[in-house]
């Protein structure tokens, strides 16, 4: 499958900004076997005074940039041309979850996509007693590490309800639990952490989804969304598996990764400094168009 994807996203201040720094993560990322980045630019207005182009601790490509003058309006725009394979599903080799500290422990690699990295709290996902309990409600005997994590996507998909004014970017999974409401970001966190408690690897994809409009309605422009999902290590036979809480599916063909990490804060689009008071509105808008 081949798409063109187009990101806008706008910055408004309230009072112009007299400098910043800033640090984004809105390129797709090219995955062996999986996902292939043709071409891909990243452009913003006004131009930063300095601009570095580099590739993260988790291989994510990274733009860091530097305003010195003063400037009310922030433009990035991210253009890029992605061919996706799609995956088969195999048969699950993944083992028990009682046999599977082996394998974890037999592991003997720090490297980006070492499973040791997604075992711990990390930085907005601390451990929490709540979401440990519902994670041993859905633990049947006998499940092996694939069929615990679909449970559990399944279970999160089914009980919790998608709001996106009940949470905000800095909403806490306890907060975002407790509720039962959220966008995918608070799905995607809440079933980290469920995974985690449980001993199972796992972090956070964000991305792009391309959306199909109702029958008989048009497609919007920039009605496309970045996306949240969760992968998850089921054991050196299956490896890293993706699943989308939000939807309750497996990670296909309409899902295309922009960057992996533990949480959110390794790979949230934009972060960074400003040298301003006052308020700001933020615009974003997203096309994922499939080349015919």
């Not at 490297?111 to 930085?123: E, K, M, R």
């Amino acid at each position: 499958m081949l798409y063109d994807i187009n990101l806008k996203i706008t910055y408004a201040y309230e009072v112009p900004a007299s400098g910043g720094r800033h640090v984004v993560r809105v390129l797709p990322v090219s995955l062996p076997d999986r996902q292939r980045l043709i071409a891909g630019s990243v452009s913003f207005a006004p131009n930063p005074e300095e601009r570095s182009d580099n590739i993260d601790f988790f291989a994510n490509p990274t733009t860091s940039i530097t305003f010195r003058s003063a400037h009310d309006k922030l433009v990035i725009r991210m253009q890029a041309r992605v061919q996706l394979d799609p995956q088969p599903m195999t048969a699950d080799f993944s083992p028990k979850l009682a046999d599977f500290p082996p394998e974890i422990v037999n592991v003997w690699s720090i490297a980006p996509d070492s499973p040791h990295h997604f075992l711990g709290q990390s930085p907005l996902l601390p451990d929490d007693p709540s979401i440990a309990a519902y994670a041993a409600s859905i633990v049947k005997p006998d499940m092996t590490i694939r069929q615990i994590a679909r449970a559990i996507c399944e279970r999160i998909h089914r009980d919790f309800t998608y709001d996106a004014k009940a949470t905000t970017v800095d909403t806490p999974p306890k907060e975002a639990f407790r509720l039962k409401r959220g966008v995918c970001q608070d799905f995607a966190h809440v079933m980290i952490t469920a995974l985690r408690s449980l001993g199972i690897p796992a972090g956070y994809v964000s991305g792009f989804l391309r959306t199909i409009p109702p029958p008989g309605k048009e497609r919007l422009e920039g009605a496309d969304a970045m996306h949240a999902w969760v992968r998850f290590w089921c054991g050196r036979a299956d490896g890293w598996m993706e699943l989308d809480p939000t939807n309750n599916i497996f990670a296909g063909a309409d899902h295309i990764v922009v960057g992996h990490g533990r949480d959110y804060s390794d790979v949230a689009p934009v972060i960074g400094v400003l040298k301003s008071y006052g308020s700001h509105e933020t615009e974003q808008a997203v096309d994922v168009l499939p080349v015919v």
